[in-house]
């Protein structure tokens, strides 16, 4: 099996021992992204609908910088530091993903990186 590391400049770098995203065959992984702005490192605002923008913006630029683009998203992972973020969640979620949605599972969590209260993985088709 062939493994190769995706990185852009358009999404944040790393901040652990990571990948941005991994393909591997027809099939992308791309790892959590916060709602860092690239170009900074800093968190897009203390809000939630600021963060959630920035972590899609992310994921897609990812997703791009792979050949693809969230029409081929199959799964997507949100984790939430309150679950009362949900239905904001889905008005932000519903423009990035217009068409066909994708599997989606939704977890809240006690905590994430840097304080942020949103992280959202993939896996997409290439």
């Known amino acids: 099996m ?4 995706i990185r852009t ?3 944040p770098a790393a901040i652990g021992p990571y990948s941005q995203a991994i393909v591997s065959g027809n099939l ?3 790892s959590g992204q916060i709602g860092i702005i690239p170009e900074t490192g800093d968190l897009a605002g203390p809000d939630f609908t600021s963060q959630a923008k920035q ?3 992310n994921l897609s630029q990812i997703v ?3 050949g693809s683009d969230l029409s081929n998203v199959v799964s997507v992972d949100v984790f939430l530091t309150s679950m009362g973020n949900f239905s904001e969640f889905n008005k932000i979620y519903q423009a990035f993903f217009p068409g066909i949605k994708p599997a989606r599972a939704v977890i809240e969590v006690s905590g994430l990186p840097k304080g942020a209260c949103i992280e959202i993985k993939c896996i997409a088709a290439l």
């Open 2 to 5: 062939s493994l190769k590391a």
């Open 9 to 11: 400049d358009k999404a």
């Open 28 to 30: 992308l992984f791309v």
């Open 55 to 57: 972590s899609l913006m």
């Open 64 to 66: 791009n910088a792979a």
